[in-house]
Antibody, heavy 122, light 106 residues
Framework: QVQLQESGPGLVKPSETLSLTCTVSGGSISGYYWTWIRQPPGKGLEWVAYIYYSGSTNYNPSFKSRVTISVDTSKNQVSLILTSVTAADTAVYYCARAGATVNRERYYLDYWGQGILVTVSS | IQLTQSPSSLSASVGDRVTITCRASQGISNYLAWYQQKPGKAPKLLIF???ILQSGVPSRFSGSGSGTDFTLTISSLQPEDFATYHC?????????FGQGTKVEIK
């Protein structure tokens, strides 16, 4: 059974950099897309970025150039860096695998981590 | 692409038939999914490509629609179905989600 576990600081100061890691167990990173989704308290879901195991990436333009996603296949980990954080970046951050597909045209989020609450506050 | 779910919340009883709608601001082909989220938990994939049931999901869940209007139907609401439901489009980047529909116990 594939399991995802997010890790990182629960509190980040405004203007600083948020770094999160997603560790995948019970399966390989290879062959899949990996995604970060976030959810501000009491609000809806927002896609942040995704990466293919080979390293190709796609980012939500709303984050402009603040976000970087990377993959380490040797460690079975996916990482997210978000710079210049503000209170608006306070959210639960989820790591998810995009593995559900019918004909390999689109891949939906079939495995999720439990999420990590990141609070931006001084 | 903006996704608008309706209603934002609803109250229903066990055994009721429940329908949730997701309307897209432009056509999204059939690249639509539905997720269920319980408080304090991660979302769970229910349906993708409009109507394909994810493995392990009960058959009382079904999806339909095309173009810009889509529906999630729960044929007979069970106690474990009280949750928030989100739609998601993958037709074009950035992928987006609806604001969620909370299904509460009447």
């Amino acid at each position: 059974q594939v399991q995802l576990q997010e890790s990182g600081p629960g509190l980040v100061k405004p203007s600083e950099t948020l770094s999160l890691t997603c560790t995948v167990s019970g399966g390989s990173i290879s062959g899949y897309y990996w995604t970060w989704i976030r959810q501000p308290p009491g609000k809806g879901l927002e896609w942040v970025a995704y990466i293919y195991y080979s390293g190709s990436t796609n980012y939500n333009p709303s984050f402009k150039s603040r976000v970087t996603i990377s993959v380490d296949t040797s460690k079975n980990q996916v990482s997210l860096i978000l710079t210049s954080v503000t209170a608006a970046d306070t959210a639960v951050y989820y790591c998810a695998r995009a593995g559900a597909t019918v004909n390999r045209e689109r891949y939906y989020l079939d495995y999720w981590g439990q999420g990590i609450l990141v609070t931006v506050s001084s | 692409i903006q996704l608008t779910q309706s209603p934002s919340s609803l109250s229903a009883s066990v055994g009721d038939r429940v329908t949730i709608t997701c309307r897209a601001s432009q056509g999204i082909s059939n690249y639509l999914a539905w997720y269920q989220q319980k408080p304090g938990k991660a979302p769970k994939l229910l349906i993708f490509d409009v109507s394909i049931l994810q493995s392990g999901v009960p058959s009382r869940f079904s999806g339909s629609g095309s173009g810009t209007d889509f529906t999630l139907t729960i044929s007979s609401l069970q106690p474990e179905d009280f949750a928030t439901y989100h739609c998601q489009q993958l037709n074009s980047s950035p992928q987006t989600f609806g604001q969620g529909t909370k299904v509460e116990i009447k």
